[in-house]
C-alpha cells in the first residue's frame, strides 16, 4: 500500500515559519505531481502549491513570495517552506500526489493532514 505521510505542522507567531515534509512510502512505480492543499475550518480544500517532476512549480497567489515547495525524487519526499506566516494561513495542511503503484493505476493519494496554526 502507498501512504503519505505529513510532518512539520505546529504553533507559530504571525512572522514565523515552519517547514512541511510530506514522504510518500510503499510500492510506487512511478510519481507525477506533488502537492499542498490546505482548508480552514468551514472553507473549502484549496491548492497552495504544487510541483510536477520536472519540478515545475504553481503556487496559490495568497502565499507567492512567502512559501516554497520542492521536492527529493530520490526520497519520494516534498517540503513546503512557509515563511513570513499569517493567521489567516491557519489550516489542516495536506498532502497529495499524482502517483502510479507498481501494480496499479495512476491515483491521487492523500495524506492525513498537519495542523498549522498562525498566532497574531
Known amino acids: 500500500q502507498v501512504h503519505l505521510v505529513e510532518s512539520g505542522g505546529g504553533l507559530v507567531q504571525a512572522g514565523g515559519s515552519l517547514r512541511l515534509s510530506c514522504a510518500a512510502s510503499?510500492?510506487?512505480?512511478?510519481?507525477?505531481?506533488m502537492g499542498w492543499y490546505r482548508q480552514a475550518p468551514g472553507n473549502q480544500r484549496n491548492l497552495v502549491a504544487s510541483?510536477?517532476?520536472?519540478?515545475?512549480?504553481n503556487y496559490a497567489d495568497s502565499v507567492k513570495g512567502r512559501f516554497t515547495i520542492s521536492r527529493d525524487n530520490a526520497k519520494i519526499t516534498a517540503y513546503l517552506q512557509m515563511n513570513s506566516l499569517k493567521p489567516e494561513d491557519t489550516a489542516v495542511y495536506y498532502c497529495?500526489?499524482?502517483?502510479?503503484?507498481?501494480?496499479?493505476?495512476?491515483?491521487?493519494?492523500w495524506g492525513q493532514g498537519t495542523q498549522v496554526t498562525v498566532s497574531s
Open positions: 510541483i510536477t517532476s520536472g519540478g515545475s512549480t
Open positions: 497529495t500526489a499524482n502517483l502510479r503503484p507498481r501494480y496499479g493505476a495512476w491515483s491521487d493519494y
Open positions: 510503499g510500492s510506487i512505480s512511478s510519481i507525477n505531481f
